[in-house]
């Protein structure tokens, strides 16, 4: 493999990466050339709404090429086109050989949620301290345990199972809405929840948590798990989780709510810290949130009904 490196002004992002898979580039990675400088710009996008620009002021892209020839090919004839203005091709490396499937895995460590719980990858060994664990592979679907969203969540159910008081199941009947790859399931039915519905709008992720339960022998802990699209959630939970963002947990506000049974708890995350009071707004009507819980910024939201 191959890989050219060029810089672009953001205006001209989108025809370049374009050009460049005309070309053959096999994929266009594009990051701020300005990054770890006081220059560095946060570039923020919610799914399912168009990304507020196209990249970067100054960005850098990285096209990946699977023979020298394509890419030599692209850094002579790039420079030639109008839409090229003030654009540069920096250099062309090759991309050494690696085995990337362990390089992949190096990647992922055992995540600690408490002392005692963690999210184990398959290729590690448990943690000798991990009296629960959560057996998931990086795939497809979002969550690993490695984001401050997922982990605040798992957190606060581990908090609600390690009440003195706590009944044989703290959670009662469990929605993971946006389920993702169903850590949030999983990490529930660990903790001793049994009737658990996760939902996503992605089918990918219904699939990835289907494996990941199947991986965890879910059902063989006498956990009724169903996972499927959000028509799948039907009346009231004790528990509602949705990791999503803000812009969809607004919208999602009168649902979410309706789904949380009266004395039952609302968990929301993947809010940034100055997002809190636009949720508190949002869901004002029917539950006051506060806010639970924070890390990198992000914070986790909890109410009861
Ligand atoms: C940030 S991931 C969270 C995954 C996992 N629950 C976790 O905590 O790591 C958000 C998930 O919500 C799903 N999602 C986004 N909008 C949704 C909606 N309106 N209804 C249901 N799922 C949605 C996405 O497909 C994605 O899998």
């Excluded at 050219?4 to 001209?12: G, I, K, T, V, Y």
């Amino acid at each position: 493999m191959f890989e050219l490196h060029l810089l672009c002004p953001e205006d001209r992002v989108e025809a370049v990466s374009e050009a460049l898979e005309a070309l053959g580039a096999q994929s266009v990675a594009v990051e701020d050339a300005d990054a770890q400088t006081e220059a560095e710009q946060a570039l923020f996008g919610e799914p399912g709404m168009p990304p507020p620009r196209e990249g970067w002021q100054h960005s850098r892209l990285h096209a990946l090429f699977a023979t020298e020839e394509e890419a030599q090919r692209a850094r002579q004839i790039l420079p030639m086109q109008d839409f090229f203005a003030n654009c540069a091709v920096l250099e062309l490396t090759p991309v050494p050989d690696q085995d990337w499937v362990r390089l992949t895995q190096t990647q992922f460590a055992p995540v600690e949620i408490t002392p005692d719980f963690w999210i184990v990858p398959s290729w590690h060994d448990l943690p000798p301290q991990a009296r629960r664990s959560i057996r998931l592979d990086p795939g497809l679907a979002f969550g690993t345990g490695t984001h401050p969203t997922t982990r605040m969540c798992l957190r606060w159910m581990a908090r609600q199972g390690a009440r003195p008081n706590a009944a044989a199941s703290p959670f009662g009947r469990v929605l993971d809405y946006g389920c993702g790859s169903g850590i949030l399931a999983l990490g529930a039915a660990k903790l001793g929840a049994t009737e658990i519905d996760a939902v996503d709008i992605d089918p990918a992720a219904v699939q990835a948590t289907l494996e990941n339960a199947r991986a965890n022998d879910i059902q063989a802990m006498g956990v009724q798990l169903r996972v499927g699209l959000p028509e799948l959630a039907q009346g009231p939970y004790q528990t509602v989780l949705a990791n999503i963002l803000a812009s969809p947990l607004k919208v999602l506000a009168p649902l979410l709510s309706a789904h949380v049974a009266p004395g039952g708890a609302l968990v929301l995350a993947g809010i940034l810290e100055r997002q809190a009071q636009e949720l508190q707004e949002a869901y004002a009507p029917w539950i006051r949130l506060e806010v639970a819980d924070n890390e990198d910024g992000w914070i986790l939201m909890t109410g009861t009904r």
